[in-house]
């Protein structure tokens, strides 16, 4: 592709794409909120967090990065994808785990849940930057 043939604005939708992407990431909805689409981004501002806050009320544990167990490594990938909420609960020291607990793993599945659905709602506000959506 040469330089004529690339979009005047290509450079700018890829940085602000970036942009949306990386506040997605840290704070759940902030790169709609950044982009203007304030109800989706309340929306997920609201759910992804609380989601993550009742997997650690349940006693859900944040997993180690450990390659020798894959499923555990594949855990820790999820939860980082809660973004400052997990930086919080790993600095606070949340996320033990308590294996004894009823709701154990109903807390893993919140927590990891969380993750992922996070992780879709940075590649949305991606999408919604260069007008995919």
Known sequence: MTAAAVPAGAGRD??????AAALGWVVPGGGHLWLARRQKGLVF?????????IGLGFGGRLFPFDSGQPLVLLA????????LPYLIARAAGFGE?????????YGNTFIIV?????MLVTLDAYDVALGRR
């Open 97 to 105: 785990g308590r294996v004894v607990a009823d709701t154990f793993e």
């Open 14 to 19: 890829l940085n602000q794409a970036l942009t």
């Open 76 to 83: 820790a990938f999820a939860d980082i994808g809660n973004g």
């Open 114 to 118: 969380s993750g992922l659905l996070n």
């Open 45 to 53: 501002l609201l759910a992804v967090p609380m989601m993550f806050a």
